[in-house]
Nanobody
Framework: QVQLTESGGGLVQAGGSLRLSCAAS????????MAWFRQAPGKEREFVAAISWSGGRTYYADSVKGRFTISRNNAKNTVYLQMNSLKPDDTAVYYC????????????????WGQGTQATVSS
């Protein structure tokens, strides 16, 4: 079992930055690939970014590439999402998720989810 808790959301103006954190419980954090997804009102949950077990590989949705950076600290059981140059279209609830395998961007591949944190970007 892995329990995930996100934090760091908030309200920011367009062009600003936010840093999301996701703290994981348990001693098996490094056994999981981690990802961030987001869901805006009336829209499906969409993949944002993923990072491999040791952090050596990352993958981003085209919509955030060059603006967002995913990272992890296995000693602290935490994964991060640094979001820069934010746009109003980035407004959503952001979720972190854990999966045993690398390479799948569909939300059904992820076994564990946090409760989400709201990020709102004003124009």
């Amino acid at each position: 079992q892995v329990q995930l808790t996100e934090s760091g959301g908030g309200l920011v103006q367009a062009g600003g930055s936010l840093r999301l954190s996701c703290a994981a419980s348990g001693r098996t954090f490094s056994s999981y690939c981690m990802a961030w997804f987001r869901q805006a009102p009336g829209k499906e949950r969409e993949f944002v970014a993923a990072i491999s077990w040791s952090g050596g590989r990352t993958y981003y949705a085209d919509s955030v590439k060059g603006r967002f950076t995913i990272s992890r600290n296995n000693a602290k059981n935490t994964v991060y999402l640094q979001m820069n140059s934010l746009k109003p279209d980035d407004t959503a609830v952001y979720y972190c998720a854990a999966a045993p395998n690398w390479g799948d961007i569909h939300f059904l591949a992820y076994d564990y989810w946090g409760q989400g944190t709201q990020a709102t970007v004003s124009s």
